[in-house]
């Protein structure tokens, strides 16, 4: 960048005019806008990003708190003497229910919208654990369900998935003595 252009930003930025905003995508990368305006998620990242890092400990940790919400409320019915139909449906809870939840824990330094529950909501519906129902004024409702099969034993070690089991003997290149993913798996 040329000097008179770098002068003339600094001036506007100090006397504060404009803003430096660094995009999620593009981190070395300086954009500048207006200072009264909030730049949009897709430049920020949102709620999930903190100085251009996903906050992965962050959004496991609203994953937790979601579903043990929602896990809450399904234990509370089964004290409830009413049918199974009735039990079921008082499961359900909105989205809206769940940020209401979450706000009141204090566990989230930045604003959370119902979008962004919703976003935690859906990975929890993809993990098995939640499901969701469309109510008839077209919007969601969302409970605990239990896996129907736990998964087999052999599933859970590596040698369930590992992608050169069929290579694999007790004598060669690949044997379980040599194996990196059950040592890994093991530690």
């Known amino acids: 960048m040329n000097k008179p252009l770098e002068k003339i930003l600094k001036s506007l930025e100090t006397n504060k005019y404009i803003k430096v905003v660094k995009p999620v995508a593009a981190s070395k990368k300086k954009v500048y806008m207006l200072y009264n305006l909030e730049p949009d998620e897709s430049v920020t ?9 996903f906050e992965t400990e962050f959004v496991d940790v609203l994953n937790q708190q979601c579903y043990r919400f929602l896990e809450q409320k399904r234990e509370k019915t089964k004290n409830y003497n009413t049918g199974p139909i009735a039990a079921r449906n008082m499961t359900y809870v909105s989205s809206k229910d769940v ?6 824990l204090g566990i989230s330094k930045v604003k959370l919208t119902v979008t962004n529950i919703e976003v935690i909501l859906n990975t929890l519906i993809c993990d098995g654990k939640v499901e969701r129902t469309l109510t ?5 409702l969302y409970r605990a369900v239990q896996p129907l099969l736990n998964s087999m034993g052999l599933v859970k070690t590596p040698c369930g998935l590992c992608p050169v089991r069929k290579q694999c003997s007790d004598e060669g290149s690949v044997t379980p003595i040599k194996c990196h993913y059950i040592k890994d798996w093991l530690e």
Do not use: E, R, V
């Open 45 to 53: 990242g949102g709620a999930w990003y903190q100085d251009q890092d």
């Open 99 to 104: 940020l209401k939840y979450i706000s009141d």
């Open 136 to 140: 008839n004024d077209g919007s969601h």
